[in-house]
């Protein structure tokens, strides 16, 4: 356990070897969901410890060590994808076909949910920055009000007015998507 004396974090390398086993896999799957790319999610959490190392002396205990990481784990995939846009996608050959499991749908319902789909990634890119972000963390990552409150360094009311917007805005411009997707 990280033991904080005079506002200070004193951490043995068996409570960091602990903190990595216990939050590494839930980090890695944040990480990749946003970036896709598997090999660059495992640098990436690494990283992600290892400036959770560097900065231990700063964390405070305000909020939840796993807050805490995930808010550095966002802006490492923050800094990554903005210094490589052509990351965000990863091309694969049509091989990856044959081995990808059909759908029970009909080629019908198949083409409306992609297209669906294309509208909702449409609509998500020009929604403002604000609003997508706690539209991500909240409804897509799972992350509580709570921890994105503390992630975005925002009021918990802010996520709440601002999720309700997102979801609002996307409701109005797509009717009848938002339900064929939920």
């Known amino acids: ?3 904080f ?5 004193v951490v043995t390398e068996e409570d ?18 946003n ?13 992600t410890f290892v400036e959770a190392f560097r900065a231990l002396s700063s964390f405070r205990g305000q909020a939840e060590l796993s807050t805490w990481l995930l808010g550095i784990a966002m802006n490492l995939v923050r800094n990554y994808l903005s210094r490589a846009p052509h990351r965000r996608y990863e091309f694969v050959s049509d091989d990856v ?16 949910y992609s297209q669906a789909l294309r509208q909702l990634g449409d609509e998500l ?6 609003l997508r972000q706690v539209l991500m963390l909240v409804a897509v990552d799972g992350i509580s009000y709570d921890d994105a409150a503390a992630m975005l360094a925002i ?14 805005t996307l409701k109005e411009r797509l009717p009848g998507v938002v339900d064929l997707i939920e």
């Open 1 to 3: 356990m990280i033991d």
């Open 5 to 9: 004396q005079e506002n200070e974090a």
């Open 16 to 33: 960091f070897t602990a903190l990595v086993s216990s939050h590494q896999k839930r980090l890695y799957q944040f990480i990749l969901k």
């Open 35 to 47: 970036i896709g790319n598997p090999t660059d999610a495992e640098e990436l959490a690494q990283q």
């Open 97 to 112: 076909l044959e081995e990808t499991a059909g759908s029970d749908h009909g080629p019908a319902e198949a083409a409306a």
């Open 125 to 130: 890119a020009v929604l403002p920055e604000e």
């Open 155 to 168: 009021p918990i009311g802010t996520v709440r007015s601002r999720l309700s917007r997102a979801r609002a």
